[in-house]
């Protein structure tokens, strides 16, 4: 909590991914991811990452997601006044839960091991783009919560 008060956001970040078992480093971008879906306008892409969390044999799949909607997300900088703001800070949080999902597969030609870390920033990103006091702080509370 102290590193997310002094913006210090990758520490935040690495202090909240790093302890977590695999399952649990899929489980908590996925609910962060979730919780963005619900209050952003959403695309396929982003979906079927957010499904994908949900089977842990699908987790070797999530590579060619997080490419999926990496094209969608470089479409929306190209085009940056026709994207929604929340839509896009909603493709960064995808792109990141993406790959800690498949760096969760154990398969070759991993992510960043920091990936997870980046899922702070991004979070933090998206609640601004909100802007609304009760979303940011429900997305606190579920960034911290330890289920």
């Not at 790959?99 to 969760?104: P, Q, S």
Request: hydrophobic share 50%.
């Amino acid at each position: 909590m102290e590193a997310w008060a002094q913006k210090r956001l990758l520490e935040c970040g690495s202090a909240i991914y790093e302890p977590l078992q695999p399952e649990q480093r899929v489980k908590w971008p996925a609910h962060l991811l979730a919780f963005c879906m619900r209050r952003s306008p959403s695309v396929p892409a982003i979906a079927h990452v957010a499904a994908l969390a949900r089977v842990p044999a699908d987790w070797r799949l999530a590579h060619a997601a997080f490419s999926d909607v990496r094209k969608v997300t470089l479409v929306a900088e190209r085009r940056d006044e026709a994207f929604e703001p929340c839509l896009k800070s909603l493709l960064y949080v995808a792109e990141n839960t993406a790959k800690v999902i498949y760096n969760a597969s154990n398969a070759s030609a991993l992510f960043d091991h920091d990936a997870g870390w980046w899922m702070v920033p991004c979070f933090k990103h998206f609640l601004a783009t909100v802007a609304e006091p009760e979303v940011t702080d429900a997305g606190v509370r579920l960034l911290f919560a330890s289920d």
